[in-house]
């Protein structure tokens, strides 16, 4: 059962900010919120991760929800090879494999 | 450099058939993953190994056997194919089985039983 939910698809233009919502409203405390994405007919790659505090990185920012049930990934300027699918997966900070199943994702079509 | 690398990328075999899927990476890791992505799209955990150790092992058939020589490698070997086998399959690996680690994707093995 997937601890996240996304929407399934979002559609931005390109050079716009994106800005991606995952609910998580089950996250436990020791539960990192985790960002990868897969470009089409490639492996998933890591784009941020967070635990409490807002995170930013060169590929996004993660603004995680003072309560922590949900998260919203922001992509500043939205280009043509951003357009992916987004997986948002909760992960327990001891380990385990609920964390490590990812759900349907966001499927982002960037307009040019 | 390909950090983590699967061989083969493309297979095309007949169902009953004998399969092995090759995963190597060069991070230096200490903990790697089988993933299988089917026709939804879901990324699903199979198994992961720890410094060799097999640690999760997620309700696949018993067809399904995941080798680890060594840290650097995680091989899976399938018998028997069937049709519901056809997906991609992904190995990863990260520096340690704890979730603040990131996961290292390979770029996939598309297997395809026919």
């Known amino acids: 059962d997937a601890k996240t939910t996304q929407p399934n698809s979002m559609e931005s233009n390109e050079e716009e900010p994106v800005h991606l919502p995952c609910n998580h409203s089950t996250i436990s405390g020791t539960d990192y919120i985790h960002w990868y994405r897969q470009l089409p007919s490639q492996g998933p790659e890591y784009v941020i991760h967070g635990l409490t505090s807002n995170v930013n990185n060169r590929m996004a920012s993660l603004a995680i929800a003072e309560d922590r049930k949900s998260s919203t990934l922001i992509l500043h300027r939205a280009t043509l090879r951003d357009a992916a699918v987004y997986y948002c997966?909760?992960?327990?900070?001891?380990?385990?494999?609920?964390?490590?199943?990812f759900g349907k994702g966001t499927h982002l079509i960037i307009q040019p | 450099d390909t950090a983590v690398s699967q061989t083969p990328k493309y297979l095309v075999t007949q169902m009953g058939n004998d399969k092995s899927i090759k995963c190597e990476q060069n991070?230096?890791?200490?903990?790697m993953y089988w993933y299988k992505q089917d026709s939804k799209k879901f990324l699903k955990i199979m198994f992961s190994?720890?410094?060799?150790?097999?640690?999760i092992n997620e309700t696949v058939p018993n067809r399904f056997s995941p080798k680890s020589p060594d840290k650097a490698h995680l091989n899976l070997h399938i018998n028997s194919l069937e049709l519901g086998d056809s997906a991609v399959y992904f190995c990863?690996?990260?520096?340690?089985?704890?979730?603040?680690?990131?996961?290292?994707f390979g770029e996939g093995s598309w297997l395809t039983v026919v």
């Open positions: 991070l230096g890791h200490d903990t």
């Open positions: 190994y720890n410094n060799k150790e097999l640690i």
């Open positions: 997966i909760l992960m327990y900070s001891g380990g385990g494999a609920d964390g490590l199943t």
């Open positions: 990863a690996s990260s520096q340690a089985f704890l979730s603040g680690n990131t996961i290292y």
